[in-house]
C-alpha cells in the first residue's frame, strides 16, 4: 500500500486482508491527503496523487512498523518526513540502526527528535550497502528508496522472504527494474518515475501455519486453499518431524492428526528457515506432543511472552538460554538488546492437558497462539487484548466457528 505512493497514479491491490493494520495504513494515507477506496472485500485502490503533507501525525501509526515504510514516498515527494519511530508487538527490540543507516548511505540525513524521525533529502542516489544481519522491514525500505534513486543500488546480504519478493513484483511491474542478482543479493536500477500498477498479494503464509496448528492442537484435520508450497518449506519439515499427517493438491493444503504427535526440536532463523512468527502456535502443538520439545528463538531477544501465558492453562514449560559458540552469528538481533532476564529458547515437556483460563495476548502470533490453546483445553478460556490478534489476523474468530470451534468475540 505504501509503495503504492511512489506512483505517478493510482494502484490496484488485490487479496489484501481486513486487518487492522492494513486499516491503519489505509487511514493514514488519507491523513496525508491520498486516496484509499475499498472496491470490493479485499481490493483497495490507491491514488497518491493528492498527498500534500510531508508529517505523519496519526497516533495509531505508532502501533506498527509500517511507519517506516512512509519514509521514503514523502522523501521522493517532498524532500523531507516526519514519521513516529516504529511499535509493533512486544516481541523484542526493534533495532532501528540497519534500516537508517541504509537510509544514509543513499544521501539521507536522519535526525531523531523524542519518538519521531526527521528524514531530509533533496535527493536519493543509488549506493552499495550491506545489511550487518538480516532485516525484512530494512530490506523493504532500501528497496522503495533504490526503485526512484539516481543510479544503481546493490544491496547485499538482503532478506530472502517470499513477501520480499512479492514487493519486488509489485515495484517491477510499477516500472521499477529490480533483480536478484543471487539469494542475498539484490540489484536495483533506479528511474525517474513509478506508474501505478495493478497486483494480487499473495497469500499469507502465517495465517496458513496458524490453521494448520489449530487442526493438529485439536486433533483433527483442515484443508486450507491457496497457499505456496515453498513458502511453508521448513514448516513441512517439522510436520514430519512430529508425526503430523501433510498432503497437497495443487495450492491446497490438507493437514491433520494422525496419531500421537512426537516432540521436536526447532530453532527460528530468517528465510529459509522456520519463521518466528510460526514458533507460537506450533508451542501450543507441542504441549501435546509426547517427549520434550525445544525451541530455540534466534530472530528476537524476548519473544516468550506469550509462554508465561501458556503456563497458566497448565503447560509444563521450562525457559532456558543454551549453550551458544558464537552468539553474534547465531543470533540475527543486536546483542547489546539482550538482557539477563530474557530467555531464548523452551523446553516443552507433553502431552500435557491444557486447562482453561483467563490469559493475556501481548503480540499477533503469541495471541493465536493462546487462542490454540483455548481450543485444546477442556472447559471456557478467556482471552484478552484481542486488538493484539486482530491486527494480524482477518476475522479469525469467525473462520474457527465456521471449523466448529466454540468462539465468541466480547465487545468492550
Given at each position: 500500500m505504501i509503495a503504492a505512493?511512489?506512483?505517478?497514479?493510482?494502484?490496484?491491490?488485490?487479496?489484501?486482508?481486513?486487518?487492522?493494520?492494513?486499516?491503519?495504513?489505509?487511514?493514514?494515507?488519507?491523513?496525508?491527503?491520498?486516496?484509499v477506496t475499498r472496491s470490493e472485500a479485499?481490493?483497495?485502490?490507491?491514488?497518491?496523487?493528492?498527498?500534500?503533507?510531508?508529517?505523519?501525525?496519526?497516533?495509531?501509526?505508532?502501533?506498527?512498523?509500517?511507519?517506516?515504510?512512509?519514509?521514503v514516498p514523502l522523501l521522493v515527494r517532498f524532500g523531507e518526513a516526519f514519521v513516529p519511530t516504529p511499535g509493533g508487538d512486544r516481541i523484542g527490540h526493534r533495532p532501528l540502526d540497519r534500516v537508517l543507516a541504509g537510509l544514509e548511505a543513499f544521501g539521507a540525513r536522519v535526525d531523531v527528535c523524542g519518538e519521531y524521525l526527521r528524514v531530509r533529502a533533496t535527493h536519493l542516489h543509488g549506493a552499495r550497502y550491506r545489511f550487518p544481519k538480516n532485516t525484512h522491514t530494512g530490506t523493504e525500505v532500501l528497496l522503495l528508496a533504490a526503485a526512484c534513486a539516481r543510479g544503481e543500488?546493490?544491496?547485499?546480504?538482503?532478506?530472502?522472504?517470499?513477501?520480499v519478493d512479492d514487493l519486488i513484483a509489485f515495484l517491477n511491474a510499477m516500472g521499477a527494474r529490480i533483480r536478484r542478482a543471487d539469494g542475498r543479493t539484490i540489484r536495483i536500477e533506479g528511474v525517474p518515475?513509478?506508474?501505478?500498477?495493478?497486483?494480487?498479494?499473495?497469500?499469507?503464509?502465517?495465517?496458513?501455519?496458524?490453521?494448520?496448528?489449530?487442526?493438529?492442537?485439536?486433533?483433527?484435520?483442515?484443508?486450507?486453499?491457496?497457499v505456496r508450497r515453498p513458502d511453508v518449506r521448513a514448516f513441512l519439515s517439522v510436520l514430519e518431524e512430529i508425526g503430523a499427517g501433510s498432503a497437497?493438491?495443487?495450492?491446497?493444503?490438507?493437514?491433520?492428526?494422525?496419531?500421537?504427535?512426537?516432540?521436536?526440536?526447532?530453532?527460528?532463523?530468517?528465510?529459509?528457515?522456520?519463521?518466528?512468527?510460526?514458533?507460537?502456535?506450533?508451542?501450543?502443538?507441542?504441549?501435546?506432543?509426547?517427549?520434550?520439545?525445544?525451541?530455540?528463538?534466534?530472530?528476537?531477544?524476548?519473544?516468550?511472552h506469550y509462554a508465561r501465558e501458556l503456563q497458566q492453562m497448565g503447560a509444563r514449560i521450562e525457559f532456558f538460554n543454551p549453550p551458544v559458540e558464537d552468539p553474534d552469528a547465531v543470533y540475527n538481533f543486536n546483542l547489546d538488546d539482550d538482557r539477563p532476564e530474557f530467555f531464548h529458547a523452551l523446553r516443552i515437556f507433553g502431552p500435557t492437558p491444557l486447562r482453561p483460563a483467563t490469559v493475556r495476548a501481548t503480540?499477533?502470533?503469541?495471541?493465536?497462539?493462546?487462542?490454540?490453546?483455548?481450543?485444546?483445553?477442556?472447559?471456557?478460556?478467556v482471552i484478552e487484548g484481542i486488538e493484539h490478534v486482530e491486527r494480524g489476523y482477518a476475522q479469525l474468530d469467525v473462520a474457527l466457528r465456521a471449523l466448529g470451534a466454540e468462539i465468541e468475540r466480547?465487545?468492550?
Open positions: 505512493l511512489l506512483a505517478d497514479g493510482p494502484s490496484v491491490l488485490e487479496n489484501v486482508p481486513d486487518v487492522e493494520d492494513v486499516r491503519i495504513v489505509a487511514r493514514v494515507i488519507e491523513a496525508l491527503g491520498g486516496c479485499t481490493t483497495w485502490i490507491i491514488d497518491p496523487r493528492s498527498i500534500r503533507e510531508a508529517h505523519v501525525r496519526h497516533c495509531a501509526l505508532a502501533r506498527t512498523r509500517a511507519s517506516l515504510f512512509f519514509i543500488t546493490v544491496l547485499e546480504n538482503a532478506a530472502q522472504e517470499p513477501e518515475q513509478l506508474q501505478g500498477a495493478c497486483h494480487r498479494v499473495m497469500p499469507d503464509r502465517n495465517e496458513a501455519v496458524t490453521f494448520a496448528c489449530a487442526a493438529l492442537a485439536t486433533k483433527g484435520e483442515i484443508e486450507i486453499e491457496e497437497w493438491r495443487g495450492t491446497t493444503w490438507r493437514v491433520w492428526y494422525r496419531g500421537p504427535l512426537r516432540s521436536a526440536s526447532i530453532r527460528t532463523a530468517p528465510h529459509p528457515g522456520f519463521m518466528t512468527d510460526w514458533q507460537p502456535p506450533m508451542a501450543s502443538v507441542l504441549t501435546q506432543a509426547h517427549g520434550v520439545s525445544i525451541i530455540h528463538e534466534t530472530v528476537f531477544e524476548n519473544r516468550f503480540d499477533i502470533r503469541g495471541g493465536a497462539a493462546l487462542i490454540l490453546a483455548a481450543l485444546a483445553a477442556h472447559g471456557e478460556s466480547e465487545n468492550p
